[in-house]
């Protein structure tokens, strides 16, 4: 038995994983959106929202892929 399955349950970890996927998700929406917001209304490229747009996308793919080559 692992330390820690001995003081965290299986669903804990679970919601821990579904949640912060979750998150990640709804920010890579939310920089995106303020990203375009900025540029079609502002006509302003946000270069740091751009940044973390693509940075969410990249390691969300990214994991996935991983994920799944790995099972």
Same mark, same amino acid.
């Given at each position: 038995?692992?330390?820690?399955?001995?003081?965290?349950?299986?669903r804990?970890?679970?919601?821990?994983? =579904?949640?912060?996927?979750?998150?990640g +998700?709804?920010?890579?929406? &939310?920089?995106?959106? /303020?990203?375009?917001?900025?540029?079609?209304?502002?006509?302003? =490229?946000s270069?740091?929202?751009?940044? +973390?747009?693509l940075?969410? &996308?990249?390691?969300? /793919?990214a994991?996935?892929?991983?994920?799944?080559?790995?099972?």
């Amino acid at each position: 038995m692992s330390f820690l399955a001995r003081f965290v349950d299986e669903r804990f970890l679970e919601h821990r994983r =579904w949640s912060t996927s979750v998150a990640g +998700v709804i920010g890579g929406f &939310v920089s995106t959106g /303020l990203f375009a917001y900025h540029y079609y209304v502002d006509h302003v =490229w946000s270069w740091d929202l751009l940044a +973390v747009s693509l940075t969410i &996308v990249t390691v969300k /793919l990214a994991l996935m892929i991983w994920s799944a080559r790995s099972n």
